[in-house]
């Protein structure tokens, strides 16, 4: 079933969990995605990026999603991530999205805020909720570039959702995008992320949040990816982050890289094979395996 992000979080924010938004570029990425969220009986996120709507095309991707959520008993969002183009967002406002990403974060405080209440004013009117950023998480991923990391402020995070009315607040606690998300070991600022929770009461979302995990890593790289120094945020940073606040993580490296890793596979082993669905058969697999590996972790499992 279709629903609001605003449902969804408020539910996990109560409840001490998140919720997971995966990223869909097309049929079989989605379907692997539901087929883990139904099997754990989850609520899911599932956001279309503006590179993903330029590679797919907006119709494409909102009809599929939405027709899982007809299909489906599961709750289903659907998501604009990382929206910076407004025309783009008219269009899926338009197309039925159930929740909206505004993303001013590269521009100074004001400015970010003055457009992203215009985006509030805008989606409000059809009872959209909208998720906005402030600060900014560093990284590169599909069009989002972002080379330096400009840490959330606590006491401008209150004042930013006050002024724009947001649903819920992207925080940079020191997480990228990308597969190399740290140099050295993970960290996380959680004692900021403790602050900003105290001072900000919608929910709170974490983006730059794969895992990269290593036995998906390794099996990529041995088939032929160069990815030796991939790391990501670990399972006991997610925790930490859920437990104080986070009520949505976005993960979308992690289905790239499984995705890759299953495709190098299969294609090394079977040199052979032409025929499209037999080769798409074990990305979807794996997917949906690393997709109920990231359920279990935000503990929406049984909550759908």
């Given at each position: 079933?279709l629903v609001t992000s605003k449902e969804i979080l408020t539910k996990a924010k109560k409840g001490k969990y998140a919720v997971g938004a995966f990223n869909v570029n097309d049929l079989e990425i989605m379907q692997?995605?539901?087929?883990?969220?139904?099997?754990?009986?989850?609520?899911?996120?599932?956001?279309?990026?503006?590179?993903?709507?330029?590679?797919?095309?907006?119709?494409?991707?909102?009809?599929?999603?939405?027709?899982?959520?007809?299909?489906?008993?599961?709750?289903?969002?659907?998501?604009?991530?990382?929206?910076?183009?407004?025309?783009?967002?008219?269009?899926?406002?338009?197309?039925?999205?159930?929740?909206?990403?505004?993303?001013?974060?590269?521009?100074?405080?004001?400015?970010?805020?003055?457009?992203?209440?215009?985006?509030?004013?805008?989606?409000?009117?059809?009872?959209?909720?909208?998720?906005?950023?402030?600060?900014?998480?560093?990284?590169?991923?599909?069009?989002?570039?972002?080379?330096?990391?400009?840490?959330?402020?606590?006491?401008?995070?209150?004042?930013?959702?006050?002024?724009?009315?947001?649903?819920?607040?992207?925080?940079?606690?020191?997480?990228?995008?990308?597969?190399?998300?740290?140099?050295?070991?993970?960290?996380?600022?959680?004692?900021?992320?403790?602050?900003?929770?105290?001072?900000?009461?919608?929910?709170?979302?974490?983006?730059?949040?794969?895992?990269?995990?290593?036995?998906?890593?390794?099996?990529?790289?041995?088939?032929?990816?160069?990815?030796?120094?991939?790391?990501?945020?670990?399972?006991?940073?997610?925790?930490?982050?859920?437990?104080?606040?986070?009520?949505?993580?976005?993960?979308?490296?992690?289905?790239?890289?499984?995705?890759?890793a299953a495709e190098r596979e299969f294609l090394a082993k079977n040199p052979m094979e032409f025929d499209p669905r037999k080769i798409l058969k074990p990305a979807k697999e794996l997917i949906q395996k690393t997709?109920?590996?990231?359920?279990?972790?935000?503990?929406?499992?049984?909550?759908?």
């Amino acid at each position: 079933m279709l629903v609001t992000s605003k449902e969804i979080l408020t539910k996990a924010k109560k409840g001490k969990y998140a919720v997971g938004a995966f990223n869909v570029n097309d049929l079989e990425i989605m379907q692997a995605i539901v087929a883990g969220a139904m099997r754990l009986r989850s609520p899911v996120i599932l956001q279309t990026s503006e590179g993903a709507i330029e590679y797919a095309g907006l119709k494409y991707l909102a009809g599929m999603i939405k027709t899982a959520a007809h299909e489906n008993k599961i709750p289903i969002v659907l998501h604009l991530d990382h929206g910076k183009d407004i025309s783009t967002i008219k269009k899926c406002i338009k197309e039925g999205y159930t929740s909206v990403m505004i993303d001013a974060s590269h521009y100074d405080f004001d400015r970010n805020a003055s457009i992203t209440k215009k985006v509030v004013a805008m989606c409000h009117k059809r009872g959209i909720p909208v998720e906005a950023e402030l600060g900014t998480i560093g990284g590169a991923e599909d069009k989002v570039s972002e080379r330096k990391i400009i840490l959330t402020d606590p006491k401008y995070a209150k004042k930013f959702v006050d002024k724009t009315g947001i649903d819920s607040l992207a925080v940079a606690i020191g997480t990228s995008h990308g597969v190399y998300k740290f140099k050295g070991n993970a960290n996380m600022d959680i004692k900021r992320l403790k602050e900003i929770k105290a001072k900000v009461k919608v929910p709170l979302v974490l983006h730059g949040a794969s895992g990269v995990p290593k036995d998906i890593v390794r099996k990529a790289v041995k088939y032929g990816a160069r990815f030796e120094d991939a790391s990501g945020v670990t399972d006991s940073q997610i925790k930490q982050a859920i437990k104080n606040g986070i009520c949505k993580v976005n993960t979308d490296t992690d289905l790239r890289l499984s995705f890759t890793a299953a495709e190098r596979e299969f294609l090394a082993k079977n040199p052979m094979e032409f025929d499209p669905r037999k080769i798409l058969k074990p990305a979807k697999e794996l997917i949906q395996k690393t997709v109920e590996r990231r359920i279990r972790l935000f503990g929406s499992d049984g909550k759908g």
